[in-house]
């Protein structure tokens, strides 16, 4: 079982932070494989409670190596602001937190370029990042990667004007902006290129060497399936392909060497910005939902829209990624609540659906048929017993897949394993 890719099932938020922390401890690497610092992941240990939105979180086991993958857009500020908060919180980095050369580097123009275009289209939810602009400068072979900064001066030099070039042009002919000074941004990716350059690596290699050697690796990815740029709600997605497919480019894996897919999901739902959410809620319900599942951004602090679990959705996700294993996390949230609604079927006119008909059907125009399921108690939820049992149960029964993991709470202890398939270490 050399490779095992953790992947959230929804639109992001599902708890895949913590899940990772819990099984980084039984791998030898931890390697991000997509996205930037546009999505946040918060584990908690004991008291503290760590946020991160570009460092894998297995970091936080000693023995584990952590990695960034080529597939990764980093921003540099926010690379070196979290490794500076691990150090003052004697999180030890050296020696174990690599970049690989060929990821990409999302610059300023880029932040400037995602919030004008955000502007300018009335907006789809992004976080202004700037990381759609930086994968498309890689698409457009005009971006500088990470490997770069190492360059002679003059290859160096020659990249970073093309670059500037290329997105001064931008600035000046579709938003009339002026362009960035030349020499602060290169004196800035200096100053970073000095202090990163001890963490440069190329990680590809390395975990191919711990994979011939017998070792494992995790693949962890951000954002959710639903946000894939591909097979998300389309155009309400994330710029980068965050299926578990993703894991072979973005980590430069070979399929057949990926055994495990273990897919997270809220027992309810959450989503950020704009898009289709066929079991959104509204009202009370919404305020119960987000008041008790604490919904609000790691990245940004903005409220989480809400949803019940939406069982159509899921299994298209599931099927997607090639789910071997599942996680239900936030449990808890729903304790109190009954019956809960469950999101069956979609309905389109007189057709029923059981998995999303996305290509076919606008899934702002399907009516969600709900089932009520029997409630449980806090004390059920926490034991995993009696009528929280029984709902697990029955979505394994729904989904064909065993629910190995059930998370209740945001500690490392507050989770039950009901199945031997996922390996973890609190």
Not at 28 to 56: K, S
Not at 213 to 237: H, N, R, S
Request: net charge negative.
């Amino acid at each position: 079982m050399p490779y095992t890719v953790v992947v959230g099932l929804q639109w992001g938020d599902e708890g895949k932070g913590k899940i990772v922390d819990v099984m980084a401890g039984a791998y030898a690497w931890v390697v991000r494989f997509q996205g930037g610092a546009n999505a946040g992941h918060t584990v908690q240990v004991g008291d503290e409670t760590y946020i991160f939105h570009l460092i894998p979180s297995g970091l936080l086991h000693p023995d584990v190596q952590v990695g960034i993958g080529p597939g990764v857009v980093v921003d540099p500020e926010v690379l070196l602001q979290e490794l500076e908060m691990l150090r003052q919180r004697g999180i030890e980095v050296q020696g174990r937190f690599w970049v690989d050369p060929r990821s990409t580097l999302v610059l300023p123009y880029h932040k400037l370029q995602d919030a004008f275009e955000e502007e300018k289209r009335g907006g789809i939810g992004t976080t202004r990042r700037g990381i759609g602009p930086a994968y498309r400068d890689r698409a457009q072979r005009v971006a500088l990667r990470v490997g770069d900064l190492f360059l002679p001066e003059s290859e160096r030099n020659h990249r970073l004007e093309r670059a500037m070039a290329w997105n001064e042009e931008l600035l000046a002919c579709r938003y009339g902006k002026p362009p960035l000074p030349r020499e602060e941004v290169r004196g800035s990716l200096e100053a970073f290129a000095e202090q990163i350059r001890p963490h440069v690596r190329d990680v590809v290699h390395a975990v191919h060497e711990v994979d011939r050697k017998g070792g494992e690796i995790l693949l962890e990815g951000a954002q959710g399936a639903g946000l894939d740029v591909t097979f998300g709600t389309y155009p309400f997605v994330t710029s980068s392909h965050t299926l578990a497919g993703g894991a072979t480019v973005g980590a430069g894996v070979p399929p057949h060497r990926i055994t495990k897919v273990v897919g997270i999901f809220k027992a309810y739902v959450t989503r950020v910005g704009r898009g289709p959410f066929p079991t959104e809620v509204s009202g009370e319900d919404e305020s119960w939902l987000r008041e008790r599942g604490q919904e609000y951004g790691a990245t940004t602090g903005r409220p989480r829209r809400c949803g019940w679990l939406d069982l159509p959705f899921l299994r298209y996700m599931i099927a997607l990624n090639g789910v071997t294993d599942l996680v239900l996390t936030k449990l808890d949230v729903l304790a109190g609540r009954d019956p809960i609604p469950v999101g069956m079927a979609y309905r389109v006119g007189h057709q029923t659906w059981t998995h999303p008909p996305l290509g076919e059907v606008d899934l702002t125009q399907v009516e969600v048929e709900y089932t009520p399921w029997p409630g449980f108690s806090e004390q059920e939820a926490v034991a995993l017993e009696g009528g929280a049992e029984a709902y697990v149960q029955a979505l394994e029964e729904h989904l064909g897949l065993p629910v190995a993991v059930v998370s209740t709470g945001p500690r490392r202890r507050d989770l039950k394993v009901r199945r031997s398939t996922i390996k973890i270490v609190v």
